[in-house]
């Protein structure tokens, strides 16, 4: 095993947001397909009547008194937390914040006519996985966890070390051994332990499993818990406000294990109930890689879940999960919106990732690619129109890819004739 904690310093909070209550109207937890009720106040994994995902649920009357229009625009501050009647935490106190949420949502022109990216890149920790872990850590550790695990793909583990860090709670990941370079590195830098293990996502939620039943540690695992979906559900209260409380017609997300589009659902569920959006819901596309589609090919088959996918295998780590156990909340989601799920062939992920940075829209994650490899068969095939709005989810920076392939650039000797005889001419020849 590696890893360390260095320091036990008391961090938390990282960024101080407020003290006392937050006024999270948090009432309830729901089993997501059981419907039945459980007290939120407590630690908890998965529904105990059926081992399904929880669901958290708040008393919308008393949300919708203070979560409107003009005061939302007056919180100008504090990311995600600006949401805090409905998000579960309730002190101030609690909240760990390291700058999360609030993200840039850019018009993206080239792309398409009407296509806007949420730029999920520019959270702390490089992906929309610090928003999920924000929001879970800050709750498990108010609610006593001093131990927390997860399995990763690799930007989970990185956001649950940084998290865990700014909480003073002691983290372990547990990632496949293939995973991106830069999640080790984040996930040893912040001190967490980590357990590079011989195989997939699913293997490492195994793992994470018996150290939670063995050691007593809280389990993350993405939708094992109510709230890490309750932090992700803010990139869905973020894209209706930055379009001015309209709802796009398209939402085109890759998809793992389905948190993001689970919880933007969910998101509008909740902002209609307080009025602040009408019935309409954009039409919500999952894009999987060809190597690993398990939501795709029940969504083909008509089932409402989903059957584990063999052999998985894609570079965009994010994305490579072959069974998810909030598989009928994204199909269910899917489905209700008119949208679909779409798998893209391997090599269309790197072309697109070669392709966005050259449109001058940065380098991109390979889940980021596989997103806008899938808008363009969405429109190729005219599921998508040219003239839809699109909102298109930038899930996480490219420094935090697997790279496209090994570095090409050429060590230069340090010797003004070579650069004058060799380097200046080859530039020359290259314009
Ligand atoms: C960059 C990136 N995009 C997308 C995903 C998939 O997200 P979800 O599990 O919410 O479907 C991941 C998950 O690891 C990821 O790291």
């Known amino acids: 095993m590696e890893g360390r904690r260095p320091h036990r310093a008391r961090l938390r909070p990282a960024l101080r947001l407020n003290h ?84 840039p949502l850019q018009a993206a022109p080239r792309l398409g006519r009407n296509v806007w990216v949420k730029r999920e890149s520019l959270n702390p920790t490089g992906s929309f996985k610090a928003r ?33 860090a700014a909480a003073d709670v002691r983290a372990t990941v547990v990632m496949p051994a293939d995973a991106p370079e830069a999640n080790v590195v984040e996930v040893l830098i912040a001190g967490a332990e980590l357990l590079l293990l011989e195989g997939l996502i699913s293997d490492c939620g195994r793992l994470a499993r018996v150290i939670a039943d063995e050691l007593g540690a809280f ?112 199909l269910d989601a899917v489905r209700r919106s008119g949208g679909a799920a779409v798998a893209v062939p391997e090599p269309a992920i790197t072309e697109a990732q070669l392709r966005l940075a050259a449109l001058g829209l940065g380098y991109a994650s390979l889940e980021t690619a596989a997103a806008v490899a899938g808008l363009e068969a969405l429109v190729e095939s005219r599921q998508i129109d040219r003239n839809d709005e699109v909102v298109l989810f930038d899930t996480g920076a490219g420094f935090k890819s697997a790279p496209p392939r090994p570095p090409r650039a050429q060590t230069i000797p340090n010797d003004e004739a070579f650069w004058r005889e060799r380097v200046v001419p080859g530039l020359r020849r290259a314009r």
């Open 132 to 164: 999920g872990m924000a929001v879970a850590v800050s709750r498990a550790a108010e609610l006593g966890a001093r131990h927390l695990v997860a399995p990763s793909a690799g930007n989970a583990g990185g956001a649950l070390a940084a998290y865990a």
């Open 20 to 103: 006392g209550t937050t006024g999270s109207t948090l009432s309830h937890l729901e089993g997501g397909l059981s419907g039945r009720s459980y007290p939120a106040d407590g630690l908890i994994g998965l529904d105990p009547a059926d081992e399904r995902p929880l669901l958290a649920r708040y008393d919308l009357a008393r949300a919708a008194k203070t979560l409107n229009r003009e005061p939302l625009a007056a919180r100008t501050s504090g990311g995600l937390w600006r949401w805090h009647e409905l998000l579960p935490v309730r002190r101030w106190e609690s909240v760990v914040y390291l700058g999360e949420g609030a993200t």
């Open 219 to 330: 389990d993350l695992s993405t939708l094992k818990e109510p709230y890490r979906a309750e932090g992700k559900k803010t990139m869905g209260f973020e894209l209706v406000e930055q379009l001015g409380w309209r709802m796009p017609d398209a939402v085109v997300y890759p998809t793992g294990g389905g948190t993001g589009i689970v919880g933007m659902w969910k998101a509008f569920d909740e902002l209609d109930a307080l009025g602040l959006v009408g019935s309409t819901r954009p039409r919500m596309y999952c894009v999987q890689s060809e190597g690993c589609a398990p939501i795709v090919s029940a969504f083909q088959d008509g089932s409402r879940f989903a059957q584990p996918w063999p052999n998985a295998a894609t570079r965009a780590a994010g994305i490579r999960v072959p069974s998810a156990v909030g598989d009928f909340l994204i």
